[in-house]
C-alpha cells in the first residue's frame, strides 16, 4: 500500500518516551484511542483525520472505516515506526535525486547513510545526504508517522498537524511518499 510519511527535519529525534508521541496523536484525533496493535504499533484513524490530512483532489477515493472498504481498496491506518538508529525511507524506484544548491541529478553511491555527505559534480557544493532534495520520494528518520493507503501527492500535512509536530518535538517536520 502506498503511504504518506512524516518525520522530523532532525533525523535523530524520536519522542522522549516511547507513549508521548502515540498520546499526542490521540489527543489531537489523527488516531483514535485503543486501537493499537503490537510493533509496528498501527493505529485506526481518529476522529479529526479529514481535518488534520488534506486531500487534494476533488473526489478523493479515501477509505476510513476498515469495515466497509470498496472492492480492491484498504482502508487508510497509521503507523508509528521507530527505529534505534537513523533508518533511510525510501519509495520503489528510488526518487530521482538532486543536488539542493543546483538542482543537478545527484547519484549518491552505496547504501544511504545520513552521516555521509556527497559533493555535487555540477556546482561542487558539498552537502550531507539528509540536505539533498530527495523530491518527496525518501527520508532518514529514527521515528516516522506512516499514513498507510495515500497515493504520491494524493494529500498533504495539514498545517495543525504539521504545527503540533513541530510542538511536540521542538522541530519542523518534512513529509514524503513511499
Ligand atoms: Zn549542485
Redesign the pocket.
Known amino acids: 500500500m502506498p503511504s504518506l510519511l512524516l518525520h522530523a527535519a532532525d533525523p535523530q529525534w524520536r519522542p522522549a518516551c516511547p507513549g508521548s508521541l502515540r498520546e499526542a496523536l490521540q489527543e489531537l484525533g489523527l488516531i483514535a484511542a485503543g486501537s493499537a496493535s503490537e510493533e509496528p504499533a498501527e493505529f485506526l484513524v481518529g476522529a479529526q483525520f479529514l481535518q488534520l490530512v488534506t486531500f487534494l483532489g476533488c473526489s478523493p477515493h479515501v477509505v476510513l472505516d476498515p469495515d466497509d472498504p470498496e472492492q480492491g481498496q484498504t482502508a487508510c491506518c497509521v503507523r508509528l515506526l521507530n527505529y534505534p538508529e537513523i533508518n533511510f525511507v525510501s519509495a520503489r524506484p528510488e526518487p530521482a535525486v538532486r543536488?539542493a544548491?543546483?538542482?543537478?541529478p545527484?547519484e549518491p553511491s552505496g547504501p544511504h547513510r545520513s552521516d555521509e555527505s556527497y559533493r555535487?559534480e555540477?556546482?561542487?557544493?558539498e552537502s550531507g545526504l539528509t540536505d539533498l532534495d530527495w523530491r518527496q520520494g525518501a527520508g532518514f528518520a529514527r521515528c516516522f508517522i506512516e499514513i498507510v493507503g495515500i497515493h504520491p501527492h494524493e494529500a498533504v500535512p495539514s498545517d495543525k498537524l504539521l504545527n503540533t509536530l513541530r510542538a511536540v518535538s521542538g522541530c519542523g517536520w518534512k513529509y514524503f511518499y513511499a
Open positions: 543536488c544548491n543546483c538542482r543537478a545527484a555535487c555540477q556546482c561542487g557544493k
